[in-house]
């Protein structure tokens, strides 16, 4: 029994040092434990979609659809989709959503719980689709999974939402790393796009995840890259303004591949998920008969793109055909992700612009692959609103500093045409209203999910009973105790006082008892008489139980919503099998947590 409660004290004595949001060397230690579980499974699944890939298609590589005989082209996209159709049909209990869109959505209002029932939906459902051919990306998937077995470790040790929250972030950081072997773009996308926030608390565990992930990965699957990039740069000042047109073409073909998603998205909302995922599977695979290039994520596509293998023709066509693909397969519900089909498009879109701009500068154009990889990371960019994570990702696939100048150029210039010129915002943020789900984002909010109840609460309190002695209430005074909790008649905890009401009350009878001092001793007898804690004239709060896994913005929102005061439990669902209390959290506790943060960055 002794050995239980030291075991339980010492993981409450962790929950309390992780609500804390200066828990900088447990989060490293639990960034690392989260790159292993997210490496893990991210190893899992790739070997289980590129060794089923190397079975069934023919030739080398994972994606040689074109090997295929032309009606495969159309059969591998509607088996796969009927296969998701059954397993949607019968497990999905209403998820409709999953990826990074998810992601965000669980973490800005779930505070980072995701389930199991997800996780294999995604893994199933991502590894069909991809398998089957369908337009998605590996990346958001990967995310997915990551995050969601960093959530689903941390709730099973019952650990502060506040550091669930950065471990569902190290977790898709991890997945992205271990996706294309580029940890520090793993590690800005989890930051710029699920955080949207960038703070040591949250860099350091998401940097050693993301490494771990990639270290697992290249172990198991070797550290090849994923496209072959050849010795690119641009060849003089003179093609900046090349480089400023392809940033309004990507950031213009940008805003259409959301707007085509949000269409198709929209106008299909009220058809049930299985349907939709047989719809696609039909659509898919008729493009897939104009050309079987747009099947599967398209890496081998993009490597040929790189290498400058297509004509200006092959490139438009795969352009506009691989966005209508994605567009179908994604805005009808297929589990995919965005990211490899966004370089896809960005990939064929450059080598566009750089084949036409290379009739204007008569051989003194960079190769056309520069284009090529200055296409996909403004694409990534401005469809994803992730800039600094698109930049990232373009040196790491290159290793290449004189890509970053361009880049940072091209990158911005999409962006501010997607956004500004068309209003566009995230495709993740398209998919989640387009679902009828919502997403934003509010500075205070971001701190009140950056810290747990048990760093604010107050554990200073005594229980006691509502009817006391007079004396029983001195004693209480002179411990310098700060709340009292009183139970009601069946020992349950309903009401708060606060010390200092209770010193009053007795302040008031030693006044009184001064003014009647002439009164007989069978009168003072009578004055000794019980303290009826409910009914003396004292402000009293009514109490509502709140887990020591919450945040302060789940606290904010009991407040909101009508509570006067919390006591903190070890599960607000479980208050009655668990009576212990940890401490008191007041209205009050909340705003000075917060008020002191947002005065310092607004100074």
């Known amino acids: 029994m002794k050995i239980i409660e030291k075991r339980r004290d010492s993981m409450d004595a962790l929950r309390f040092r992780l609500s804390r949001p200066d828990a900088l060397l447990h989060l490293a230690f639990f960034g690392l434990i989260t790159g292993f579980l997210a490496g893990g499974v991210i190893v899992l699944f790739r070997l289980m979609v590129e060794k089923t890939q190397d079975y069934l298609l023919p030739g080398k590589g994972p994606e040689n659809y074109e090997a295929l005989p032309s009606i495969y082209h159309f059969a591998f996209p509607v088996i796969a989709s009927l296969v998701l159709a059954f397993v949607f049909y019968k497990w999905s209990k209403g998820i409709r959503v999953l990826g990074v869109a998810r992601v965000m959505e669980r973490v800005a209002y779930h505070q980072g719980h995701l389930t199991l029932r997800g996780f294999f939906l995604q893994f199933i459902g991502a590894g069909v689709a991809i398998i089957g051919g369908h337009s998605v990306g590996r990346e958001g998937p990967h995310a997915y999974l990551g995050a969601t077995a960093s959530s689903l470790f941390g709730q099973y040790f019952h650990l502060p939402n506040n550091s669930i929250r950065t471990l569902v972030a190290s977790g898709a950081a991890a997945g992205i790393a271990a996706s294309f072997n580029t940890p520090l773009a793993g590690v800005i996308f989890a930051l710029e796009v699920i955080m949207m926030e960038y703070a040591l608390n949250s860099f350091i565990p998401v940097m050693l995840a993301a490494v771990v992930a990639t270290a697992l990965s290249n172990a198991v699957l070797g ?129 566009a612009v750089g084949l036409v701009a290379g009739w204007f500068y008569e051989g003194s154009i960079s190769h056309v692959g520069f284009y090529v990889l200055l296409g996909m990371g403004a694409m990534m960019g401005a469809s994803l609103q992730a800039p600094l994570a698109a930049l990232t990702a373009i040196m790491e696939l290159t290793y290449n500093p004189g890509i970053i100048m361009p880049g940072m150029l091209v990158i911005v210039v999409a962006q501010l045409t997607a956004s500004e010129v068309f209003n566009k915002q995230s495709l993740f943020i398209t998919m989640l209203r387009s679902n009828g789900l919502d997403f934003s984002v509010d500075p205070v909010l971001q701190v009140l999910r950056s810290l747990g109840v048990a760093s604010v609460m107050d554990n200073n309190f005594k229980r006691v009973d509502p009817v006391i002695s007079q004396e029983q209430a001195e004693i209480l005074v002179s411990k310098g105790k700060n709340w009292l909790l009183l139970n009601d008649a069946d020992g349950k905890v309903t009401m708060l006082m606060p010390i200092s009401e209770l010193a009053k009350y007795l302040r008031r009878e030693e006044v009184l008892d001064v003014e009647q001092d002439g009164t007989s001793q069978e009168d003072d007898e009578e004055q000794e008489q019980d303290i009826n804690l409910l009914e003396i004239p004292a402000k009293r709060l009514h109490l509502t139980p709140i887990s020591l896994q919450a945040n302060l913005l789940e606290a904010h929102q009991a407040f909101v919503n009508g509570a006067e005061a919390l006591h903190v439990v070890f599960q607000q669902e479980k208050e009655r099998s668990n009576g212990r209390i940890y401490g008191i959290v007041t209205k009050q506790m909340i705003e000075e947590a917060y008020v002191p943060k947002t005065a310092k960055t607004i100074s």
């Open 223 to 351: 550290g090849e890259p994923a496209f072959i990039v050849p010795s690119l740069q641009a060849t003089s000042l003179a093609e900046l303004p090349v480089i400023l047109v392809l940033g309004v073409i990507v950031g213009a073909f940008a805003a259409l591949f959301n707007h085509v998603l949000t269409v198709i998205a929209s106008k299909t909302q009220g058809i049930e998920i299985w349907w939709r995922i047989i719809l696609a599977g039909v659509l898919v695979g008729l493009l897939g008969l104009i050309r079987p290039e747009i099947l599967g994520i398209g890496y081998d596509t993009v490597n040929a793109s790189l290498l400058g293998e297509f004509a200006l023709g092959t490139f438009l066509v795969l352009t506009f055909l691989k966005l209508l693909a994605t567009s179908v397969s994604v805005g009808l519900g297929i589990p995919g992700g965005m990211i490899g089909p966004a370089f896809f498009i960005g990939a064929t879109l450059g080598g």
